[in-house]
T-cell receptor, first 114, second 115 residues
Framework: DGGITQSPKYLFRKEGQNVTLSCEQNLNHDAMYWYRQDPGQGLRLIYY???????QKGDIAEGYSVSREKKESFPLTVTSAQKNPTAFYLC?????????????FGQGTRLTVV | AQKVTQAQTEISVVEKEDVTLDCVYETRDTTYYLFWYKQPPSGELVFLIRRNSFDEQNEISGRYSWNFQKSTSSFNFTITASQVVDSAVYFCALSANNAGNMLTFGGGTRLMVKP
């Protein structure tokens, strides 16, 4: 099945720890994105990548880091510098980074800091 | 800067009622794209429709219809004869070439359809 796979579905982190969220796609899409969703709010862009080995900060990049070493993979690390990391994280991809292209989303990872 | 506003945070209807979800957008670009996504309880966003700024024709797909009006900067979504399976959060989004091609999302409208 073609699609986007995020893992794990639920993640618990202790304060002060870094944690990495996985995102893999087999759609052969060039562009990939990470969004954060807080209860009752829309999606906010954390980072995006339009090509391998290149990525750009979105609106709320502070406290997060990414890498794009392979076309299929775009992992997100939530660092200890992120003050309020508890949220629902969604990964997406699109065939290109053009404004006209629709994004395809994974099922999300719910991160809780305990 | 671009902005999308979905003023209705939550709507509750009874099955078979028609319901309209409002979306108002702001952009300085003349070429832009508007989208609607559905987020069911499982979490992933599902793409429903895309319109470009030069195409104001209304669109109908089964029980779904969309009304795009540039004069009022609105892109409203109507579900006819709603069903329980329509219960979800619906997001309107905007992207434009001159805004880095990134999607700007509205805050979402939670639709609850009761049997």
């Amino acid at each position: 099945d073609g699609g986007i796979t995020q893992s794990p579905k639920y993640l618990f982190r202790k304060e002060g720890q870094n944690v990495t969220l996985s995102c893999e796609q087999n759609l052969n899409h060039d562009a990939m994105y990470w969004y954060r969703q807080d209860p009752g709010q829309g999606l906010r862009l954390i980072y995006y990548s339009q090509i391998v080995n290149d990525f750009q900060k979105g609106d709320i990049a502070e406290g997060y880091s990414v890498s794009r070493e392979k076309k299929e993979s775009f992992p997100l690390t939530v660092t200890s510098a992120q003050k309020n990391p508890t949220a629902f994280y969604l990964c997406a991809s699109s065939i290109s980074g053009g404004a006209y292209t629709e994004a395809f989303f994974g099922q999300g990872t719910r991160l809780t800091v305990v | 800067a671009q902005k999308v506003t979905q003023a209705q945070t939550e709507i509750s209807v009874v099955e078979k009622e028609d319901v309209t979800l409002d979306c108002v957008y702001e952009t300085r670009d003349t070429t832009y794209y508007l989208f609607w996504y559905k987020q069911p309880p499982s979490g992933e966003l599902v793409f429903l429709i895309r319109r470009n700024s030069f195409d104001e024709q209304n669109e109908i797909s089964g029980r779904y219809s969309w009304n795009f009006q540039k004069s009022t900067s609105s892109f409203n979504f109507t579900i006819t004869a709603s069903q329980v399976v329509d219960s979800a959060v619906y997001f309107c989004a905007l992207s434009a070439n001159n805004a880095g091609n990134m999607l700007t999302f509205g805050g979402g409208t939670r639709l609850m359809v009761k049997p």
